[in-house]
């Protein structure tokens, strides 16, 4: 897909920071692109209180898509969200209520207003698919919709197959899905003049149903365009940390925890990632990748000052950084701005079995992984290494702040605060 020849600035990106993977007509969208404002959209479901890293690179795609003199435009899929898309999935998503989908939908919007502006000359479009499919009624979906697509193509599709190959069950309510999705490109055509549908590489026959139901229905070329999933050097999915999943909202995962993730990724993953998650310019991340030894530490904190400056703001980041340099680079007094847990003073003046602080602290999933941790040589309690997580955590542990410091590995920092 790498090409010096194209002729509009949004595909250059694309091509040279490793953002473009799959496209229906690259050449033609080019085109579309050389001659004027596009508008492109990327759906996002409501299922969580906040997006992950893994939707960070379409939300970059539409980022640069406006830098470039574009239109972007966000469609929540409060609709599709009560169906859960099957993409990648051995089982149906959880039903939401409305009340969860609504408050999530809150939440999911303030990482929206930090990477694409809603003011401007082409400010940020922001729709919701139930605006159009709650108005249809089910003998008009099947009509109207329904005729353009055949069981033999649907059954063709990856997120179909996979299931039906392992012999795991997928009901008619997540068979529609890719229906639904099929709609809601239509309807953006049709009301915003929408010619780009953008997505992970998973979505590709998903955005492929929309692209063929607008040609069908509306006599229209329209594109769409995939980017590749986000695999680290070694072909594994990035995105979890012993924790869990890295959310984007700061409820969900505090920008110090962000910063860290950024500064702890493999030497070999630092240039890709920081073509896809700064905006740093392209001379300056050829220079940072060519770093090496110990070296390589500075460009993992750039690319975490700047990725997290993106997504939360540059005070967060710089409170990050000088958080991490208390805590691992300098003697003295740790920052506020590390994790802490508050634990009641009783239960420590009772004894506190490390297993369990070290759960409670979010730094192993169970009191039994943080016992297999330990015994590993993987916990330090107030920086000395304890192989036995069934010691008692005692009032003697805090200093005179009523701190005790946990970590796990080398860079997995709480502070217990005694309360």
């Known amino acids: 897909m790498n090409s010096p020849s194209f002729r509009s600035d949004f595909l250059r990106v694309m091509s040279e920071r490793g953002f473009l993977n799959q496209c229906t007509d690259l050449e033609g969208l080019d085109a579309k692109l050389s001659s004027g404002e596009v508008s492109a959209y990327v759906g996002y479901d409501m299922t969580a209180k906040s997006l992950h890293i893994g939707n960070l690179i379409s939300l970059m795609m539409l980022r640069w898509l406006q830098k470039t003199g574009h239109r972007p435009i966000l469609l929540t899929g409060t609709a599709t969200t009560k169906v859960g898309d099957p993409t990648g999935k051995s089982e149906q998503r959880p039903l939401l209520t409305d009340a969860q989908i609504a408050t999530n939908k ?67 309510l997540e068979f529609n899905y890719m229906l639904m999705q099929a709609v809601d490109y239509l309807e953006l055509y049709r009301s915003h003049g929408c010619v780009l549908q953008m997505g992970g590489a998973d979505q590709w026959g998903n955005i492929l149903n929309g692209v063929e139901l607008t040609r069908r229905m509306a006599g229209a070329q329209v594109f769409g365009m995939t980017s590749l999933l986000l695999l680290n ?19 969900q995962f505090s920008p110090y925890d962000y910063w860290q993730f950024w500064r702890n990724c493999d030497d070999a993953d630092v240039g890709k990632l920081l073509k896809l998650f700064t905006e740093l310019p392209m001379d300056e991340i050829a220079r940072l990748e060519r770093l090496e030894g110990a070296e390589i530490n500075e460009a993992k904190k750039i690319l975490a000052d700047e990725a997290t400056a993106l997504v939360h703001d540059r005070d967060a980041a710089n409170a990050a950084r000088a958080a991490a340099q208390s805590a691992f680079e300098t003697a003295g007094k740790l920052s506020s701005d590390l994790p802490t847990l508050e634990v009641p003073r009783h239960e420590i003046e009772a004894g506190l079995p490390l297993a369990n602080l070290v759960a409670r602290a979010g730094l192993a999933k169970s009191n039994s992984e943080a016992r297999r941790l330990a015994s590993g040589g993987g916990v330090r309690l107030n920086d000395a290494v304890i192989s036995d997580a069934g010691i008692l955590v005692e009032p003697g542990h805090c200093d005179a702040d009523g701190i005790i410091k946990l970590m796990v590995g080398k860079k997995r920092l709480v502070l217990v605060r005694i309360v």
Do not use: Q
């Open 233 to 251: 050097s070694a072909g594994a999915k990035m995105g979890k940390t012993l924790a869990g999943a890295v959310w984007l909202n700061a409820e």
């Open 106 to 172: 809150s939440h999911i919007r303030t990482v929206f207003e930090r990477l694409v502006s809603y003011t401007g000359p082409r400010a940020a479009i922001e729709v919701d698919n139930i605006d159009w499919l709650s108005k249809l009624g089910y003998i008009e979906f099947l009509r109207d919709y329904g005729v353009n697509f055949t069981i033999n193509r649907m059954l063709s599709f990856e997120s179909v197959k996979m299931r039906l190959d392992r012999e795991e069950p997928m009901t008619f």
